[in-house]
């Protein structure tokens, strides 16, 4: 009898550990997903002009163009190979510097929740314009997308994603459930080694 009931009792802690453990795939592949998706990911404010920006001229996934309401244009460069050139505002002499706006890649809306995408949110403070600006990868993937938000105290913010190669959500997918499955397993005997121990000094 004694034996039969601690058989019940490792057949009920196993598949307790079992439904753990399958929890823990479920949570952690959700989050993956949400991870290649940017939702961890924030806006990051650009530095503040001299006098506050009124209209975003033109942008890329690389690079954005404002103007002031002193009427100076200025760039910013998002991504580059020194990253001490990187997000700084550079007086724009030539308009002929302005590359042409590509319509089919550049989506201007009132806000950054008016577009298709799950994500971004709009940011903290009042958004006066926002500018979604893609570059599509190639066919086994690779494209970058960059937000551009033009706050109503002339700032400028934005929000970048790299949306990886053809195999990353399947990476995203995949390695989460090979490392959490052995974690959650030590994490598991950890505390029932602990329980039968404090099990057996109460006994």
């Known amino acids: 009898m004694q034996q039969s009931q601690e058989t019940k009792r490792r ?3 196993w598949l307790v550990s079992f439904l753990v453990l399958l929890n823990i795939c479920i949570v952690s592949n959700f989050l993956s997903v949400l991870f290649q998706r940017g939702a961890f990911k924030f806006w990051k404010l650009l530095p503040s002009l001299s006098s506050p920006v ?17 009427g100076l244009v200025f760039s910013a460069h998002m ?25 089919e890649n ?3 809306k009132n806000n950054c929740e008016g577009f298709d ?14 500018i979604q ?13 960059t937000y551009y938000a033009l706050m109503s105290d002339g ?14 959500p399947v990476l995203c997918l ?3 459930s090979i490392v959490c499955p052995p974690i959650g397993l030590l994490i598991i005997s950890s505390i029932y080694t602990r329980y039968s121990k404090v099990k057996e000094n109460a006994g």
Not at 133 to 142: A, H, I, L
């Open 174 to 176: 995949l390695i989460p």
């Open 11 to 13: 057949v009920a802690n």
């Open 133 to 145: 600006t893609y570059q599509p990868g190639m066919p086994e993937g690779g494209g970058f997308s």
């Open 117 to 130: 995408e799950q994500f971004p949110r709009n940011p903290s403070g009042k958004v006066i314009e926002c």
């Open 54 to 70: 009124i209209q975003i001229v033109n942008a890329d996934p690389f690079r954005v163009w404002v103007k002031t309401n002193e």
């Open 106 to 108: 550049t989506i201007r």
């Open 155 to 168: 700032t400028i913010k934005y929000w970048q994603l790299f949306e990886g190669s053809f195999f990353t």
């Open 79 to 103: 991504t580059c190979a020194n990253d001490n050139d990187c997000h700084k505002w550079v007086l724009v002499k030539d308009i002929g510097e302005i590359y042409p706006v590509q319509a």
